[in-house]
């Protein structure tokens, strides 16, 4: 498996949890699974017990050389391993794993061109060792091994075919780089074209992943429908339909060993379905936490998220004035991200500072506070692959209200369309009407103490166990379309 994040590791979004995860719910059905990831500065500064040094090489990219090594590190279970692929000026000496002030890196191509090479180098020194079957690549960062794999030399020679499976995580984020940056990937010029890498005069990663594997997945059935249409399909929605026979929406699961309201650490109290007397004690802390009225009967609604235009939060901010002015609630932000909406949220807690707690950092541990302590979570995402948070919150009994697109409508139940069954509020279409609607609906609801108790148990019952999706990938890892 290949991937730019893991949770426990390194982590700026849900890549990274479900990296964690899918391996810890594969590990009993496999022989090895290794994972290679990039040693970021942040890593280097973690205990990295009983490490080896796998590998050490020298690869030629355009016109220089680069060394690294790969470091392995054994996980749990020890089937398997962590696999760091180093090399200190491209990843080892900065804070940040993709840009720095909102600005790209100028040499992610490099960067992620030599993780890709360096894996696969590991990889063809070890064979003798571990000869894998399944190649399992996520997002644009590993998007060209399964090129690689298919220009190989060594994969040609010994007339190997492994399994390539490509799994977009977001397809708006596709690394594109420069035409005059073409010559890092070491590929035939062939490949510089419509058919292949070129994208509106620019070379287009995510292409080679959709292109050159075997499978694709996506992170949930209706974005496997998404991408393949104009509106969602950021651009390669075409490309998306031809491989629409080998493209599979697999619902990401949620790690209820990490979020979970009765084992978690880092809430001040824990509860279950059948005692949610600490989840009041989660709220009351969480509101002098953020110098808010300390009152169980005032809803707080909720956002973590990254600060970006995905997210739908410019929305949000339109209707939050209104809301906070005439009705009695609280809101709770952690997030970071693009500059101006940082901007924005400051200038709006500073009209409401009794009402509001913004804090722009990014922080796991107050994650789980707000999703612990919020009576409410909103999630007004444009478009949402999986969605991790909404799926959180509901083990928390915190109801969220969802916008009705991807993950997101996979996951939630309206309560307005299913009063017997539904879990959260889900509104469309995206503007500013639906929204300000569903949330009214909702603090309408919250001050029916017996209805509001039934939402939350029903989404507390909801189990989106990975064990359900690492059988559905353990079926295509065995070839098994059906
Ligand atoms: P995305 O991958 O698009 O960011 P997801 O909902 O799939 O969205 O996953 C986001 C993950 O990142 C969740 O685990 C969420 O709790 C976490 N997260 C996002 N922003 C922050 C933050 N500021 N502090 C802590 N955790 C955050």
């Known amino acids: 498996m290949f991937a730019s994040e893991m949770e426990q590791y390194i982590k700026t979004g849900g890549l990274a949890d479900v990296i964690r995860a899918l391996p810890q719910a594969l590990a009993d059905k496999l022989?090895?699974?290794?994972?290679?990831?990039?040693?970021?500065?942040?890593?280097?500064?973690?205990?990295?017990?009983?490490?080896?040094?796998?590998?050490?090489?020298?690869?030629?990219?355009?016109?220089?050389?680069?060394?690294?090594?790969?470091?392995?590190?054994?996980?749990?279970?020890?089937?398997?391993?962590?696999?760091?692929?180093?090399?200190?000026?491209?990843?080892g000496k900065r804070a940040e794993l993709y840009a720095k002030d909102g600005k790209d890196y100028r040499d992610n191509l490099l960067r992620f061109v030599f993780f890709c090479r360096a894996s696969l180098e590991t990889i063809r020194n070890r064979w003798h060792d571990t000869a894998y079957e399944v190649f399992h690549c996520h997002d644009w960062q590993t998007a060209l091994i399964p090129l690689y794999i298919e220009t190989s030399d060594f994969f040609q020679n010994k007339k190997l075919n492994p399994l390539r499976i490509?799994?977009?995580?977001?397809?708006?984020y596709q690394g594109v780089f420069p035409k005059s940056q073409f010559l890092l990937l070491g590929i035939d010029k062939l490949y510089y074209d419509p058919k292949y890498l070129e994208y509106w005069g620019k070379i287009n990663l995510m292409k080679a992943g959709l292109l050159f594997s075997d499978i694709i997945t996506t992170v949930s059935p209706t974005y496997a429908k998404e991408i393949q249409t104009e509106e969602y399909g950021s651009g390669l929605n075409q490309f998306v339909k031809k491989r629409s026979s080998m493209l599979f929406g697999i619902l990401n699961g949620v790690d209820y060993q990490i979020w979970n309201p009765l084992t978690d650490p880092y809430i001040p109290a824990n509860y279950s379905i059948s005692n949610l007397k600490g989840k009041e004690l989660c709220k009351l802390r969480l509101q002098q936490s953020f110098n808010l009225t300390e009152d169980l009967s005032i809803p707080i609604c909720s956002v973590v998220s990254r600060l970006a235009?995905?997210?739908?939060?410019?929305?949000?901010?339109?209707i939050l004035p209104r809301l906070l002015l005439k009705k009695k609630i609280q809101f709770v932000l952690l997030g970071t991200g693009d500059p101006?909406?940082?901007?924005?949220?400051?200038?709006?807690?500073k009209q409401f500072p009794s009402k509001t707690g913004i804090a722009l950092t990014f922080n796991e541990q107050l994650a789980h506070k707000i999703t612990a302590g919020a009576d409410i979570f909103l999630m007004p995402s444009r478009y949402e692959p999986s969605g991790l948070n909404d799926k959180y919150s509901l083990k928390y009994g915190t109801v969220p209200i969802v916008h009705g697109t991807g993950g997101l409508a996979d996951s939630i139940i309206d309560y307005f369309t299913n009063l017997e069954k539904g879990t959260g509020f889900i509104f469309r279409p995206f503007e500013e009407k639906a929204l300000l609607e569903a949330i009214r609906g909702a603090l309408e609801v919250f001050n029916s103490k017996s209805k509001w108790k039934q939402i939350q148990k029903r989404g507390m019952e909801k189990e989106f166990s990975w064990t359900i999706a690492a059988k559905q990938y353990l079926k295509l890892y065995q070839r098994q379309f059906s």
């Open 31 to 91: 022989n090895i699974i290794d994972v290679f990831l990039p040693l970021y500065r942040e890593i280097k500064q973690k205990d990295l017990t009983h490490h080896k040094v796998l590998d050490e090489y020298k690869l030629k990219i355009g016109s220089r050389t680069y060394s690294g090594r790969t470091i392995q590190v054994k996980a749990n279970p020890p089937n398997i391993r962590i696999n760091l692929v180093e090399n200190y000026h491209l990843f």
């Open 166 to 172: 490509f799994t977009i995580h977001n397809i708006a």
């Open 309 to 318: 235009w995905q997210k739908g939060l410019d929305l949000l901010l339109k």
């Open 340 to 349: 101006n909406l940082e901007l924005q949220f400051r200038e709006f807690a």
